[in-house]
C-alpha cells in the first residue's frame, strides 16, 4: 500500500443525507455558483490527516477502535447555514451542527492528542463541526448568498444519532473527491 490521503469523519443517517440533497436542489434554484457535494461524500469531519503511510493507518485504526470502544454516539441536528472562510471570499458553504456540541468537541480533541504519536500535528484552529454541502467554483453574487444563507437560518433537520466512526481514503478525481472506508467503528 502507498500512500494514502486520509480522514477521520462521523458518518450520517439516509435521512439527514436525503435532507441535505433537498437543500443543495434549493439552492442550486438561487444560481449560485458551487460545485455540490454528492451525498454519499456528505459527512462530518473530525480530523483530516493528509498523507498517510501504511504504518500510520495501522496506529490509526488502533485510535479509532479504542475511541469507539469508550465514547457513546452523538446526538445531534444539523442546522442553520454559513460559508468558510467569509462572505467576501466563500470557499466552503456549510450546514451547521446544534446539540451537546461539548461532548462533540471534546471528543475531537482527544483524537488529535492521540494522533500525535503517529505524526499528525494538532489543530491549530478550535473545532466548529460543520457538514460541507459545497465548495464554490469562482466569484459569486454575494446579495444572492447572503439571502441563500438568510433562508436557511431556522432550519433545521430532525434529531439523529452519529454512531459510525470513520477512516476514509480521499482519491482526487477531475470530477472530484471518490471516498473510500478504510475501517469503520460502531460508537458503543
Known sequence: MSILRTFIALELPENILAGLGQIQKDLKAR??????????????TLK??????????????????????????FVLTAKGAGVFPNLRRPNVFWIGLSGPLAPLAAF???L???LLEFGFAMEKRPFKGHLTIGRFKGGTDSGRLI????????WA????????????????QPQGAVYSRLASFVLK
Open 147 to 154: 439571502e441563500a444563507i438568510r433562508s436557511l437560518a431556522d
Open 108 to 110: 475531537q480533541q482527544e
Open 31 to 44: 444560481g449560485l455558483k458551487i460545485r455540490w457535494t454528492p451525498m454519499e461524500n456528505i459527512h462530518l
Open 48 to 73: 483530516f490527516l493528509g498523507d498517510t503511510t501504511p504504518e500510520q493507518v495501522a496506529g490509526v485504526t488502533a485510535v479509532l477502535s479504542k475511541a469507539a470502544e469508550q465514547q457513546g454516539h
Open 157 to 172: 433537520s430532525p434529531q439523529f444519532e452519529a454512531r459510525a466512526l470513520t477512516l476514509f481514503k480521499s482519491d482526487l
Open 112 to 114: 488529535d492528542q492521540d
